[in-house]
């Protein structure tokens, strides 16, 4: 098997004359056959990672190459970086990398160095060349292998599972859980917290929270509320599920955790008054900071916690909204609510869904089971099969890299370093790709354009493809 060494190019002298060398030992020494494709841009227009990517996969894979990994000119393998051929799925090795501690950048990177076979490069139709100057192809290639099947897709049950569930339309539609002797003072102390549910934007009145909008506008969908200093879980036009909650000095404590729209969740968080801390649960799993999925936990908080007297419980909307405000009214499904006056242990988090705490729990709110003395507003139910998918990741082994030194060109102080370039593929990725807007078969590496204009022998295992797009 002859691995391609795929690398996009350009002004990278120092980068170049380091990776040529190293990357070229490692690889000998792992005892694998290869050769580096250096696809340099030398036209004049913005540079394009994704085709340049592409065309030295092109011209591997017609120089008889078996398999390649495109790979970033600024990182250099260390141990247990693994470049061997990719059976069933592509592959993403650069996952412990120099520049985040030797950890991973976040949960869904897929650059670096990945590996794909030819025909996973057929599969996914490879890059997108419509991705100029910084950001957002790798992305979209991780999508495209989503899309493809060819991702790390798990879920929480083995096997779908019979649910009735509350629909919420986003404009109307609520569920009121009257207070009781049971919920008086739930939040005030330790207590637990954990839906079922499946939520989902409404650009139609709030757009999509972009990095790179300079219009953008921050918004909340209310799913579980006790209302005043709203209390609860929500859904956010940034496409994260969150929690919010007060101390009685006023002071907000707020935890969030990424999630796409349109994917049935678990959400869980338990607040532990004692030793003031609160822990967010996905799927049963902890809200893993390091590895960008969301808001540290546990959180630490101040003081005691900010009571709520005899309020009702909302599900799907908030009374502390006017009517007609967007904001109101969640867009989605809930299935199951569940509420405890303590705070489950971890293992008890992580299998509420095959084993539910009898102790001390006050809210039991299956729709499987009949509904009774909750007030329900424009409310309709469903029956199906469901499944819970854990978080998408790619496939990958642990690897270490080591990043040489390189102005950041990406997120600098919460904006885009290149400006409306990467804030234009922000729009193309999230607004299209992700959105099934864009037929990905039509815009890919069996679509590339180009002019080669020449090409140089650097070494006997590398060379340089000067190109024009």
């Known amino acids: 098997m002859k691995l391609g060494v795929c690398v996009p190019y350009r002004d990278r002298e120092l980068h ?26 030398i036209d004049d227009k913005l540079f394009n990672r994704g085709a340049t990517k592409n065309i030295a996969a092109k011209h591997a894979f017609e120089e008889g190459c078996d398999y390649i990994v495109w790979h970033d000119i600024d990182m250099i393998p260390e141990e247990g970086a693994d470049y061997s051929f990719p059976d069933k799925y592509p592959i993403h090795i650069a996952t ?7 950890k991973l950048k976040y949960h869904e990177y897929f650059g670096g160095a990945v590996i794909f076979s030819k025909e996973q490069v057929e599969a996914t139709n490879g890059y997108s060349n419509n991705y100029w100057d910084w950001g957002m192809e790798d992305d979209d290639l991780f999508w495209r292998c989503h899309k493809e099947g060819l991702t790390n897709d798990t879920f929480l049950d083995s096997k779908p599972f019979k649910q009735r569930y509350a629909k919420f339309n986003g404009k109307n539609t609520s569920i009121e859980i009257p207070f009781s002797r049971d919920t008086r003072g739930l939040t005030t102390d330790s207590h637990t917290i954990s839906v079922l549910c499946r939520v989902f934007q409404k650009p139609e009145e709030k757009k999509i ?20 200093y709203d209390y609860g879980l929500s859904f956010n036009n940034s496409r994260a599920l969150s929690f919010t909650f007060w101390n009685i000095f006023s002071a907000h404590n707020y935890m969030w955790l990424k999630r796409y729209d349109g994917q049935w969740s678990w959400v869980t968080v338990t607040v532990d008054t004692d030793n003031k801390l609160t822990h967010f649960y996905l799927n049963g799993s902890e809200v893993d900071s390091k590895a960008g999925h969301g808001s540290p936990s546990p959180l630490k908080f ?6 709520y007297g005899n309020k009702p419980i909302y599900l799907g909307s908030t009374p502390s909204q006017q009517d007609g405000s967007p904001l109101k009214y969640l867009k989605g499904d809930i299935a199951k609510v ?9 293992e008890e988090v992580k299998n509420l869904h095959t084993n539910l705490p009898s102790e001390d729990l006050v809210i039991d709110l299956d729709f499987n089971n009949p509904i009774t003395n909750h007030k329900l507003k424009n409310v309709d139910f469903v029956e199906e099969d469901i499944r819970v998918p854990n978080s998408i990741i790619p496939h990958r082994k642990e690897g ?5 030194h390189h102005k950041d060109e990406g997120l600098v102080n919460g904006k885009w370093a290149k400006g409306e370039t990467t804030a234009a593929n922000e ?32 070494t006997p295992w590398a060379k340089m493809l000067n190109i024009k797009l």
């Open 338 to 346: 569940f509420a405890w006056k303590r705070c489950l242990s971890l």
């Open 427 to 458: 729009r193309r990725y999230v607004l299209q790709m992700q959105q099934d807007k864009i037929d990905y078969k039509q815009d890919g590496i069996a679509q590339v354009e180009y002019e080669l204009v020449s090409e140089e022998k650097l």
């Open 16 to 41: 170049l004359n380091e990776f040529v060398p190293k990357v070229g030992k490692y690889l000998k020494q792992q005892g694998i056959d290869f050769q580096m494709y250096f696809c340099h841009q």
């Open 302 to 307: 101040n003081g005691k916690l900010k009571p």
């Open 96 to 102: 412990n990398i120099s520049q985040m501690e030797y």
């Open 209 to 228: 929270f972009l990095i790179g909008d300079k219009k953008n506008e921050y918004v909340e969908y209310p799913i579980f509320r006790i209302p005043g």
């Open 400 to 404: 270490r890299m080591r990043c040489l």
